[in-house]
């Protein structure tokens, strides 16, 4: 299977909001009122963290059907620690993005804890939104 292409465009509305394209679907990304923005959308961190939840969402129901054993339910809870000194310029000590990122999933199935073990490392292994977050990715920025 050769590389899939994703492509999306934005644009920034103001000094906080940016509104996004993907396949025809609108994403509005904005922050709190208490960074500035008018609270419009979730903020990038946010929706990074969304990402996570929904591929981890596609990938834990994928393997669960190829392990052949029904995925009746899937609670997801993601919380991620960051601090914004280095976003708003007041330190240069931390990085900018997340300290750590934690993942809890309550799978609702009749699978052995031994499965679902298995299942827990294959999903870890295959999901692309984690492994861009768990691991370098080039990123090059330019000016058009």
């Known amino acids: 299977m050769s590389d899939l292409k994703v492509i999306v465009n934005a644009r920034s509305e103001n000094a906080t909001k940016t509104v996004a394209q993907a396949r025809g679907f609108t994403l509005v990304i904005d922050e709190p009122d208490t960074f500035g923005g008018q609270d419009e959308g979730a903020n990038p961190v946010e929706y990074l963290l969304a990402s996570l939840t929904g591929c981890l969402g596609v990938v834990c129901n994928m393997v669960a059907k190829e392990m052949n054993f029904e995925l009746k339910g899937l609670d997801i809870e993601v919380e991620g620690d960051l601090n914004p000194k280095k976003l708003m310029g007041l330190s240069d000590r931390e990085r900018a993005g997340f ?8 799978p609702h199935a009749d699978a052995d804890a031994k499965t679902l073990k298995e299942w827990l490392e294959t999903v870890e292994s295959r ?3 984690s492994d861009n977050i768990a691991n370098p990715t080039p990123v ?3 000016l058009a």
């Open 99 to 106: 300290k750590e990122i934690r993942v809890k999933l309550t």
């Open 127 to 129: 999901c692309p939104i």
């Open 140 to 142: 090059s920025i330019t």
